[in-house]
């Protein structure tokens, strides 16, 4: 398995402009997490999606913020408009529901907004 | 509110010895705890986990201890490489992973 995927890897983008990451999580996962990476947070949850419903999105922080699941092979994560302060690394990472705990993750998209 | 915590951002260790990455939580809620590893510009790597149930898992040179008394786990490494640094993230699952800001260890040669 090829893992999960996103894409892009680095994106840099004007102030105010629509940014779309997108996640292929790995084939016969039933989670899918969207994580945002910063010094001053960490590794924090924005939203997670169970059998492609998103079941929590309490992490959003704004409404600027959006995601979609329209699969079970595809999810994407929208920012519109997007601002300096939303600059980060964003992953995508996918589970199997039951058995082992661990969420496998993408190599991030590195979101520059300038 | 950070129900876990890695209070040392960076742990430098030499080669050979060994390396004590520790995490504190404050939610009774979780069930499982993790250890996550992760490279420059790649994402984090699952590591080794543990259930609340238990107090020690082993996996190689990695050793993680769980004291759910004082809400605490640590992470051994030995003997620390060159290969293990990297930035160590704790996790704690209730219905999803809650991570801590991690720890960069440096093993130096």
């Keep these: 398995d090829a893992g999960v995927i996103q894409s892009p890897r680095h994106e840099v983008t004007e102030m105010g402009q629509e940014v779309t990451l997108r ?11 969207w994580y ?4 001053m947070r960490g590794l924090e949850l924005l939203i997670y999606f169970n059998n492609n419903v998103p079941i929590d999105d309490s992490g959003m922080p704004e409404d600027r913020f959006s995601a979609k699941m ?5 999810s994407t994560l929208k920012i519109q408009p997007s601002e300096p302060r939303d600059s980060a690394v964003y992953f995508c990472a996918s589970k ?7 969420a496998f993750f993408g190599q991030g998209t590195r979101l520059t907004v300038v | 509110d950070q129900q876990v915590k890695q209070n040392s951002p960076s742990l430098s260790v030499q080669e050979g010895r060994i390396s004590i990455l520790n995490c504190d939580y404050t939610n009774s809620m ?12 790649e994402g984090p790597t699952f590591l080794i986990s543990i259930s ?3 107090d020690k898992n082993e996996d190689g040179r990695f050793t993680v201890f769980l004291n759910k008394s004082a809400k605490h786990l640590s992470l051994h490494i030995v003997p620390s490489q060159p290969g293990d640094s990297a930035v160590y993230f704790c996790a ?4 999803q992973l809650t991570f801590g800001k991690g720890t960069k260890l440096s093993v130096i040669p």
């Design chain 1, 23 to 33: 996640c292929k999580p790995i084939s016969g996962h039933d989670y899918l997490f």
């Design chain 1, 36 to 39: 945002r990476q910063t010094m």
């Design chain 1, 70 to 74: 329209p699969n079970a092979s595809f």
């Design chain 1, 96 to 102: 199997k529901a039951g058995g082992s705990p661990e």
């Design chain 2, 30 to 41: 979780f069930d499982y705890f993790l250890w996550y590893k992760k490279y420059p510009a």
């Design chain 2, 52 to 54: 609340s149930i238990k």
């Design chain 2, 92 to 95: 704690a699952r209730s219905y």
